[in-house]
Nanobody, 120 residues
Framework: QVQLAESGGGSVQAGGSLRLSCSAS????????LAWYRQTPGQQRELVAR???????YYKDSVKDRFTISRDNDKNTVYLQMNSLKPEDTGVYYC??????????????WGQGTQVTVSS
């Protein structure tokens, strides 16, 4: 069983910065793909950024050049540095950890979410 705990959310004005952290339990962290998703009321959860076990990174187009995802396998923690925040970045941010099991399926876990509010 993996437990994920996000922190770092809050309220900022447009143009500000926040750094989200997600700490994970368990020993599978370094073998996992880690991601940050965002959800707003009435909308589906959307992928914001992802980093694979090998370090390959994906960003949603709207956050490229503003957000940076990184991981520290020694601390079992994934980060999302968010700069130049815009009101449309507002939402609940969820941490996701997944890995390919020996039984040939993806196993994944979610954090409880942290609210980010950007005011204009």
């Amino acid at each position: 069983q993996v437990q994920l705990a996000e922190s770092g959310g809050g309220s900022v004005q447009a143009g500000g910065s926040l750094r989200l952290s997600c700490s994970a339990s368990g020993s599978i962290f370094s073998s996992s793909t880690l991601a940050w998703y965002r959800q707003t009321p009435g909308q589906q959860r959307e992928l914001v950024a992802r980093i694979t076990r090998g370090g390959s990174i994906y960003y949603k187009d709207s956050v490229k050049d503003r957000f940076t995802i990184s991981r520290d396998n020694d601390k079992n923690t994934v980060y999302l540095q968010m700069n130049s925040l815009k009101p449309e970045d507002t939402g609940v941010y969820y941490c996701n950890q997944k890995w390919w099991t020996t039984a040939s399926f993806w196993e994944e876990y979610w954090g409880q979410g942290t609210q980010v509010t950007v005011s204009s």
